[in-house]
C-alpha cells in the first residue's frame, strides 16, 4: 500500500517520473558492485540502493490536481501489455568518459519490447501536455553521479579498469508493472511510489 497522499493540496506541484523498479536481488548485487567501486573512485553522490530504477518518462513539476489524470492514461498504456525479462549488462557512463556526469549499469534481455513501453507511455500522455525528451531513449540504472577523482592507487586507470566484473549471482527478472513516483528531495530512499501499474 502506498503512503503517499496527493488529495490535500491540489494546487502543489510534484516532480513526477515513470519508472521500472528494481527488484530486491539485482539491489543488492548492484549495490556490492557499488560499494566496490567506491573504494576506487570518487563521486559526488551514490544513489542509495533503494533509489536503483529504470527511468521510463520524466514528467517533471506536475500540478497535484492532474495526478488523476495522469495515472487514467499510465493506466490504458498497460492493456494489453505482457511481462517480459530484463537483466543487467555492463557499466557506462554520460559526459566525458575521463570525468563523467553519470554513472550506470545497462539493462539486456527483451529491451524492444522496454522500447514499445516506455513509447507507449509517452503517447499516453501526450495527450495531457506532458512531451518526450529531446534525446533518444537510453534505459539505464543510475548509480553516482558527478565523478570527482580516482582513489589514490588507482590515478592512473581508466574508470572501466577499476569497476567490478558481473555479479555472479541472479542478474535478471520479470517485469511485470511500472510504477510513478514522486521526487522528495533530501529524503533517503527519495523516490516514492505513488501508484503501480500492472500488466494486464
Do not use: C
Request: cysteine-free.
Amino acid at each position: 500500500m502506498n503512503n503517499y497522499s496527493y488529495t490535500d493540496l491540489p494546487s502543489r506541484r510534484e516532480r513526477l517520473f515513470t519508472a521500472l523498479r528494481v527488484p530486491a536481488h539485482i539491489q543488492n548485487s548492484l549495490q556490492m558492485s557499488a560499494e566496490q567501486a567506491q573504494g576506487k573512485l570518487d563521486f559526488r553522490k551514490w544513489t542509495d540502493y533503494r533509489d536503483y530504477h529504470i527511468t521510463l518518462q520524466f514528467l517533471g513539476d506536475t500540478l497535484v490536481s492532474d495526478i488523476g489524470q495522469l495515472r487514467k492514461a499510465l493506466r490504458s498504456a498497460t492493456f494489453g501489455f505482457q511481462p517480459f525479462e530484463l537483466q543487467l549488462s555492463g557499466w557506462g557512463t554520460f559526459g566525458l568518459e575521463e570525468a563523467p556526469k553519470v554513472l550506470w549499469k545497462g539493462v539486456e534481455g527483451e529491451t524492444d519490447q522496454l522500447h514499445f513501453l516506455q513509447k507507449r507511455l509517452v503517447e499516453a500522455t501526450s495527450s495531457l501536455g506532458f512531451e518526450a525528451e529531446l534525446r533518444p531513449y537510453s534505459p539505464h540504472i543510475t548509480i553516482a553521479r558527478k565523478f570527482l577523482g580516482r582513489d589514490p592507487g588507482n590515478e592512473d586507470k581508466g574508470i572501466f579498469e577499476v569497476l567490478p566484473g558481473q555479479f555472479l549471482g541472479v542478474n535478471s527478472w520479470i517485469v511485470q508493472d511500472f510504477v510513478l513516483y514522486v521526487t522528495q528531495p533530501g529524503q533517503a530512499p527519495m523516490y516514492e511510489v505513488v501508484d503501480t501499474f500492472s500488466f494486464s
